[in-house]
Every structure is written in structure tokens, then in C-alpha cells.
């Protein structure tokens, strides 16, 4: 509010508002360090909006328009949906009744002028009390998210709540997990903290560009585009460009998203552009590939008058030749694939599905490579093509799962 206040580009805003948001909220958080008239100007502009002023009100309205136009840009790239979007803001008229109704129950007490919960009870949390209100009255991020869990229980009445943040804030979800059910001790709703490690760079230094700032998500699935583009035109130089753009699209996305589900998301992770984006390997790109081989068979096949793929169904199941080692250990490896979902579900770590999906492409080579389709005798030709259909089916609910497409051409 400060730097909007004072120091704000309306040109630059005009341009890239996101940008200009981030230089604004970047100058003035050094000024804080430095100077402390600035830090007492923002916190009060802040006790100001979050008590209601109009002009606060109208500035931190705009601000919100503007990044969730470039926020939904991003989403629809990533083919990610939301059904309900509220903001932080939504909240602020229900703070004073989360501290004022924590303070009636005995949970909350004053402190130094502040409000806050204390732990002694928690030998994780002793000595470590969580502020729910400042000493100038300013709410911080813990009464907002009481606000938010009160919120959601009232409306949703959810079985669980997920939250993804990096592992900086785990002591906070273990304070406002425990303050919660002290709150509301009959509420059966599970809560989450799903953390993860941090994006390094080859050199093991934090993930930043050339210049030192922070990697943009927009520039960096820009550039996973264009180099999938250039690896599909390397590959398969035939296509027409606007073929080649939309696969490079579908690879480069998928190969972002793999490589950031791939590691035990509890780990720090290196980034390198030469292993997402490699044929070869536990990567997106192999897997993608793999599932086109599968393709390419029944479009061989197709030609030569062999039935299409589909006819595989719950109620109409081929008799299965397994007639090979091969055969046995993809047939195996299929039979897991819900089981694999149900951990990645219970214990949220998709890194189990990566594998499992890698496992499943690395069986079909094998099988592939031994085993004749098209050219072999029934019925072990049917059979196999029944190995091949599942074998593609699974790849491509995986990696839709994992939020990637699978294309029928690479």
C-alpha cells in the first residue's frame, strides 16, 4: 500500500502488472529494513485496510483484480480449475470475531499488548506462541486462516483440507492445526500440511536467473515450450509447425510438472533443463513417448484391419494369452495401478505414481521387444494388443492424474 501509494508506475502497471506489483512490494520491503518511518508507515496502512478505509480498500481491490487476471492466465496454461476463489480479503470482516471468540474460550489471552495462544501443553509448540493479533490491532496470516478453516467447515463441511506450502512453514500449520481442534474439538474434518523441498539450481545454489532474481513460472514454461518444440521438429520433421507447437506445448508442460512431482517432495531438487526434457530416462517426454508407441501400433494395425482400440471394458474382458515372462510382469505391473493411486492419495506424494508410471513404460519396452502384436497368430495376438490398449490407457490416466496429456504423436 505504501509503494502503491507513493511510488506506483501507472505505465509500468499498464504493461505488466505483476511486474510492476513485484518492484513496488520489493522496494519498499528494503526500505522497511532500513528505515523504520517506512516500516510504521505500512503497518499502519495495513491496520488501515483491515479496518475498512475506503481508499485502502479500493487500492487492495484493484490489486486483486489485477493479479488474479495474470493468475488465471497462468491456471488456464496449466489446465488447472477452481470452483470458488476468495481471496485473503474475504476474510478480514470475520477476523475480530475469531480473536474475540478464541479470547471467550479461554485459548487466547493478552500478551504484551498483543493477543496470542500459548502451547504449554504441547511439548513441540512450549515457548512458541502463535500471535493472532498484533499490538497495533492488525490481524497477521493465523487469524486469517483460523477465519478460512471456520469458514470452510461452515460452508463445505469438507472430509479434508490440503495444504501445499514449502517446508519454511511448518511450525505454523502445526500451531494452527492444534489451536483449531482446541476451537472446534468436534470437528471430524482431517487437515494437511503438505510441504515441500526447495528448487536448486545445477550449481546446488537456490533456483534464481542469471541476474539473480526469482525464476518467473511464465518464463520458464515459455522456454520448456520452445525447447520441446525444437526436439519435436528435431524428431519428427515432417508435421506441419502448428502440429509441432502443439506437441511441444503438451511436452514442455508436462515435463515442468513431471520433474516437479518426480523427487520425494520433502527433498530439495536440482533443475536441469537436459534431464526433463530427456527421451530417456524417469521424464515426461519418455513417458509421453511411450504411450505414441502404443498409438502407432493400433494405427499400424488399423491399416492392416485389425479392430480399433476400446473394446476393452469391465464386462468384456479378452482371454489373456501370457505366454512370456514379458507378458506376465506387465500384465502384474497393470494390476497395480490402483492400488499405487490409493497411497499417492493417503499419504499425498505423487512421486509414487512417477515411478510407478516409469515402471509401467520400462515393462512394455520389454514386452514390445520381444513379443510380435501384429504379426503374431492368434490368440496371442489379441491378447497382446489387450496388454497394449491397457498398457496405453494406464499411461495416459497417470499422467493425467499428474495433471499432463498425453499426445498421440510425438
Given at each position: 500500500l505504501v509503494g502503491w501509494k507513493e511510488q506506483l508506475d501507472p505505465a509500468g502497471l499498464a504493461a505488466d502488472p505483476l511486474a510492476e506489483m513485484e518492484r513496488l512490494y520489493i522496494a519498499v520491503n528494503r526500505a522497511c529494513e532500513t528505515d523504520p518511518a517506512t516500516l510504521e508507515r505500512a503497518r499502519q496502512e495495513l491496520v488501515k485496510l483491515q479496518r475498512g478505509d475506503p481508499e485502502n480498500l479500493a487500492i487492495w481491490h484493484e490489486m486483486i483484480h489485477r493479479s488474479q487476471d495474470q493468475f488465471d492466465t497462468i491456471y488456464r496454461r496449466l489446465g488447472v480449475r477452481f470452483d470458488h476463489t476468495l481471496g485473503e480479503s474475504f476474510y478480514n470482516p470475520r477476523l475480530q470475531e475469531v480473536v474475540r471468540d478464541l479470547r471467550d474460550q479461554g485459548l487466547a489471552r493478552a500478551s504484551e499488548g498483543a493477543i496470542a495462544v500459548f502451547f504449554d501443553d504441547v511439548p513441540e509448540l512450549k515457548g512458541q506462541p502463535a500471535l493472532i493479533q498484533k499490538s497495533d490491532g492488525a490481524a497477521n496470516y493465523m487469524t486469517t486462516d483460523l477465519a478460512t478453516l471456520a469458514y470452510r467447515l461452515q460452508t463445505w463441511n469438507p472430509d479434508q483440507i490440503i495444504?501445499?506450502?514449502?517446508?519454511?512453514?511448518?511450525?505454523?500449520?502445526?500451531?494452527?492445526?492444534?489451536?483449531?481442534?482446541?476451537?472446534?474439538?468436534?470437528?471430524?474434518?482431517?487437515?494437511?500440511?503438505?510441504?515441500?523441498?526447495?528448487?536448486?539450481?545445477?550449481?546446488?545454489?537456490?533456483?534464481?536467473?542469471?541476474?539473480?532474481?526469482?525464476?518467473?513460472?511464465?518464463?520458464?514454461?515459455?522456454?520448456?515450450?520452445?525447447?520441446?518444440?525444437?526436439?519435436?521438429?528435431?524428431?519428427?520433421?515432417?508435421?506441419?509447425?502448428?502440429?509441432?507447437?502443439?506437441?511441444?506445448?503438451?511436452?514442455?508442460?508436462?515435463?515442468?510438472?513431471?520433474?516437479?512431482?518426480?523427487?520425494?517432495?520433502?527433498?530439495d531438487y536440482v533443475f536441469s533443463w537436459d534431464k526433463m526434457l530427456a527421451l530417456n530416462g524417469n521424464t515426461a517426454p519418455y513417458l509421453q513417448y511411450a504411450h505414441t508407441r502404443i498409438r502407432s501400433i493400433f494405427r499400424k494395425g488399423a491399416a492392416a484391419g485389425a479392430p480399433p482400440p476400446g473394446g476393452i471394458?469391465?464386462?468384456?474382458?479378452?482371454?489373456?494369452?501370457?505366454?512370456?515372462?514379458?507378458?506376465?510382469?506387465?500384465?502384474?505391473?497393470?494390476?497395480?495401478?490402483?492400488?499405487?493411486?490409493?497411497?499417492?492419495?493417503?499419504?499425498?506424494?505423487?512421486?509414487?505414481?512417477?515411478n510407478y508410471l516409469y515402471d509401467l513404460a520400462g515393462r512394455f519396452t520389454a514386452f514390445y521387444e520381444i513379443c510380435p502384436v501384429l504379426k503374431a497368430s492368434e490368440p496371442e495376438r489379441s491378447s497382446r494388443l489387450a496388454l497394449c490398449e491397457l498398457t496405453g490407457r494406464v499411461l495416459a490416466q497417470g499422467l493425467a492424474v499428474l495433471g499432463i496429456e498425453a499426445p498421440e504423436q510425438m
Open positions: 495444504y501445499v506450502t514449502d517446508a519454511r512453514q511448518q511450525l505454523h500449520f502445526k500451531q494452527l492445526f492444534t489451536i483449531f481442534h482446541r476451537w472446534h474439538p468436534q470437528a471430524r474434518c482431517r487437515l494437511a500440511h503438505v510441504w515441500f523441498g526447495a528448487i536448486l539450481a545445477e550449481d546446488g545454489k537456490p533456483f534464481k536467473t542469471r541476474s539473480g532474481e526469482n525464476v518467473k513460472l511464465a518464463d520458464l514454461l515459455d522456454e520448456a515450450e520452445e525447447r520441446a518444440f525444437r526436439l519435436v521438429s528435431e524428431k519428427n520433421p515432417d508435421l506441419d509447425e502448428g502440429r509441432r507447437r502443439e506437441i511441444g506445448r503438451l511436452v514442455g508442460l508436462g515435463a515442468v510438472k513431471y520433474a516437479d512431482l518426480l523427487p520425494n517432495r520433502q527433498s471394458s469391465a464386462g468384456r474382458l479378452p482371454v489373456f494369452v501370457l505366454a512370456t515372462a514379458a507378458e506376465v510382469a506387465l500384465a502384474k505391473h497393470l494390476l497395480n495401478f490402483g492400488l499405487v493411486l490409493e497411497a499417492v492419495i493417503g499419504e499425498h506424494r505423487p512421486n509414487y505414481l512417477c
